[in-house]
């Protein structure tokens, strides 16, 4: 394409233009222009004023520009790469010390495991110190193994003392509050439960142990009742011997749970017990109480405790025929009420 002058009003137009764009004129075909002609136009005038000079890109200007834009980014994406590296940096650092702290306070030798695993290029110090925890609770672990295998209370006990901050401590001492109340139970005693107590004071079993005391207090038998029931007996037979009715119904309650195999017998049926021993041809009888007492408590239905009874006796009979016979002997069993009252008595021949 090159640059003409309008025929009509000499602006400049193009070659290829089908009218002046300036004065309308129609330029295609109406125009001839030599190629020296179009080269002429196309050269700028140099003696054209600044202003009308035509204007064209400052390549250079631009070039600059975009030379400090690239820059400047460039500046920018370093900044940013390195403020992301700078915070990843200190995050893993964070992250770090997190597992670090956890894996020292830690009593698991696989978190311990795992830290050494994960952070591989932790400080020195750190992996120093977690390898060293980790060591030391394999051997404590290998003590552990060893105790349990061994299952004894002096086992268990070294354990404890040579590891007073394991966390097996409490299963230790769970395994010593086992076996002390084993051997308790085994002895089945006050004393035995009592000095389960005194070493378990919060123990596992301190309930079971002490309700067992409880039980056996109320129904463990003191020297001082066994002379109690001993007397009481001794009173109903001596009265018996001496024929002396009211001695012997002050030894009975008013209504017997059992007497000579009777239920609910009255005290009328045991002075009728006592006048028949006394038949015709017994001048004397004399009840002899043995000393082989053997008393335990009970505990009844309404919650009272009684006491039951077993001895022997000898019967020996003064009677005016010779032929008959003279001694008998017998197992007395029976029972006391708290008052002191004899509540049940029933006689069982032994011998010829």
Known sequence: MALIKCPECGQPVSNKAEICPHCGIKIAGNVDVSPQDAMEETRPSMTQHPQEA???????GNGKKSTKLIAVSFVI???ICGAGYYLYTNAQEEKEMEAYINAMQSDNPVVMRTYLTQYAYAPQEHRDSV????SLLENEDKDWRNAVV???KSALQEYID???SSPHRGEALNKIDSID??????????????NYLQQHEDGRYAAQAQEFINEKTQTEVSPAETVMAKTIFRQFFQAINSRNESKLVETVASVLD???????????DVVTFMNKLYKDDVKNLNWHILDDFKVVKVKKEDNTVNMQVQFGAQLLLERTDPTKEKQKNYIITGEITPEGKITKLNMRVIGG
């Not at 390898?131 to 980790?134: C, D, I, M």
């Open 162 to 164: 040579k590891h007073p």
């Open 54 to 60: 035509p204007t064209e890109p400052n390549t250079n």
């Open 131 to 134: 390898n060293a925890r980790f």
């Open 258 to 268: 059992n007497f000579l195999n009777k239920p609910a017998a009255t005290s009328s």
């Open 77 to 79: 994406a370093l900044a």
């Open 150 to 152: 061994s299952g004894t």
């Open 181 to 194: 109340f084993s051997i308790a139970s085994r002895q089945n005693d006050i004393a035995a439960y009592k």
